[in-house]
């Protein structure tokens, strides 16, 4: 069964720092990764779709890696808001359309 | 409205009842997703449907049934409710389950007392 992780559970950055969020996946057989994020009390936004063939994907401030083989993806957000403040989550998609999440990391951007 | 919207958005029930958590989407996404979530789980699959009258069992389906007669619609039922089942449940959409993202509704908390 495929386990997704990300490390870590907490973090809180000082505005304008440039931060990397880590994903790690225990099963290389996937066929995309994809990045939300989670206001509290809210639904998830997607931020970006990585296919199992590419190696990033960029979206404004934020850019996200796949490296299949390794099992890892990072979510890179450059100059950081208080606006990014909330949960980031990564999520495969593995064979027989099974979709499988990590716990999110909880950001906070201080002013 | 356009989207996907969950109603209702706040539940509360008694063991052993059956509760219907709605689902609607107005993109005409062939592929719909019900998903819990759980402190300490994050989200976990419950069902899918690929498209009307199509659909298949996720991570953790037992206690839920689902049915899709019309594309726009994926309700989730719980036959019997108990405790466990407390949670907050999302549906998703996307128009393709390889290359496309999935779009998510503001979710239902369900509370089983």
């Known amino acids: 069964k495929q386990e997704v992780t990300q490390i870590p559970a907490a973090l809180s950055v000082p505005e304008g720092e440039n931060l990397v969020l880590n994903c790690s996946f225990t099963?290389?057989?996937?066929?995309?990764l994809q990045w939300f994020r989670q206001d509290p009390g809210k639904g998830l936004t997607s931020l970006l779709l990585i296919q199992s063939s590419q190696r990033e994907q960029t979206s404004g401030r934020l850019n996200a890696s796949l490296d299949k083989s390794s099992g890892r993806s990072t979510l890179y957000i450059a100059a950081s808001q208080p606006g990014d403040s909330a949960t980031y989550l990564c999520?495969?998609?593995?064979?027989?359309?099974?979709?499988?999440f990590g716990t999110g990391t909880s950001l906070t951007v201080i002013p | 409205d356009a989207g996907i919207t969950q109603s209702p958005r706040y539940k509360i029930t008694e063991t052993g009842r059956q509760v219907t958590l709605m689902c609607h989407q107005t993109?005409?996404?062939?592929?719909m997703f019900w998903y819990r979530q759980d402190l300490g789980h994050g989200l976990r699959l419950i069902y899918y449907s690929a498209a009307a009258d199509i659909t298949d069992k996720g991570e953790v389906s037992d206690g839920y049934v689902v049915s899709r007669s019309k594309t726009e619609n994926f309700p989730l039922t719980l036959e019997s409710a108990t405790r466990s089942q407390t949670s907050v449940y999302f549906c998703?959409?996307?128009?393709?389950?390889?290359?496309?993202?999935?779009?998510f509704g503001p979710g239902t908390r369900l509370t089983v007392t």
């Open positions: 999520a495969v998609r593995a064979t027989g359309n099974q979709f499988y």
């Open positions: 099963d290389s057989a996937i066929y995309n």
């Open positions: 993109w005409s996404h062939s592929y």
């Open positions: 998703a959409s996307s128009d393709d389950a390889f290359f496309y993202e999935q779009y």
